[in-house]
């Protein structure tokens, strides 16, 4: 502390303010501080010989959140936010906080601003119920504007309802259009007319009987009224596929030039139009032959392209195949060796595929290049083809044998090609015994292996 200087705890003891206050009250240039931090004594002094007037001018600097702010004039804090947003009212603090996992910024204001706001507070709430009884004012405007409209639409539903009743079957399309419509408005439609309750015409019809607000009992009254024409009417409609057969067009598209209900129109009109054929029907029909023509023509180009592609698939794999063999002149070249030997060392599959040159090349056995080498490979696989051999006759001399001992008979009555004696074959075979088998006198058979 210098000669004239004080430091905070000293300034907050004479003043009665904590260190938060001290600050506060510096930067508001309510007490003069000194370049090394402390204050100056005599506007210390000063203060506290006027200690109420300090204490108002300090009070009138506090910051004050939204929060705050909006209890210190008793208006809600979304109004609060709106006022200061529009009188630009400014922000001496901002602070960071973290709540519920989010960070929000926190923004304060000066007392003495806030309380400055009081008017623009009173204009917004005058203002916004002037608003509000406006806006209440043009809302029952627009309600009576509503309703008038609304009892005029039901006005003229209702005349048009009047002209669209029918208590006896008319024309069956409009007898099952008008009970299906009247169903769909009173939400209940007899099974048989269920189907219908999707086209456009009925959906369009049942919002016309919607518009109309019929009380519920006569609405339920015209309803159940026809519903009995309707049903009568069923039998008088042709189906689509019916109607598709007879024109040789679908139904829909007939629909789009007749009376129809989901595809279904009245039979004498289709009688008529089948006697008939009026020229949209013709001009449908040449569609119909033309769409069907190239679909045919599609399908035929379709199956050529196929072909095509098989031959092409084929001379593909025959190009493949022949590429990927080499002649014994090509591979007795590659070897050094001649086209006697490599003829004879061909692999098992009885030709040279590239794969089994390139391996043979890879590995290099000991006969490549070497005519003595490959002579003695030849030798060598003789033998082993001899030994294979000689294995498996005598591996199948001892199947004809079991078999023989099987049924008695002799080896030689046994032929080579049989199979090997398992248990299941020994059963199977005595089951059902085989020809060499039965030609036997039988002695024997039966004997287990």
Sequence with gaps: ?????????????ALGLVPRQVRLAARAGLLDQHEDGTFDADCVARAAADQRRFMDALHREEPLSARQAAARLHVSRERFTRVARTAELPVVERQW???????????????????????????????????????????????????????????????????????EVGDPVETVLWAVALGGAHGRIAPRLRRFRDDPRAVALAEVVTHAR????????????ATGPALRALPLLARPNEVAARLGVPALRV????????????????????AVPPEWLLLLRGDQELARVAALWDREQERVWELER???????????????????EAVAELFGLDIELVAGLRPRSGRWSTEHVEEVLRTRPAWLGDAAAARAELARRARSAERRAAARAA???????????????????????????????????????????????GDGAGASV
């Design 310 to 328: 098989a031959r092409a698939d084929a001379v593909m794999r025959d190009a493949a195949r022949a590429v990927s063999r080499l002649s014994d």
């Design 214 to 225: 019929l009380a519920a009992e006569e609405l339920e009254r015209l309803a159940a009224e």
């Design 97 to 167: 906080l973290r709540r519920n996992g989010r960070d929000i910024e926190v923004c304060y204001y000066r007392t003495a601003d806030v309380d400055a706001l009081l008017p623009h507070v009173v204009a917004d709430i005058e203002l916004r119920a002037a608003a509000a009884l406006v806006a209440r004012s043009q809302a029952a405007a627009k309600a009576a504007l509503t309703r008038a409209h609304n009892r005029e639409r039901a006005k003229h539903a209702r005349q048009l309802l009047e002209t669209r009743r029918t208590d």
């Design 395 to 441: 591996r199948r001399l001892a199947w004809r044998r079991a078999w023989a001992q099987v049924f008695g008979v002799p080896v030689e009555d046994v032929p080579e090609s049989v199979g090997r004696p398992t248990p299941a074959a020994v059963r199977a075979a005595l089951t059902a015994p085989p020809r060499w088998a039965q030609a036997s006198d």
């Design 255 to 274: 629909a789009e030039h007749t009376p129809a209900l989901h595809g279904y129109i009245a039979r004498s009109k289709l009688d008529e139009l089948a």
């Design 1 to 13: 502390m210098t000669r004239r200087g004080m430091g905070v705890a000293r300034v907050g003891q």
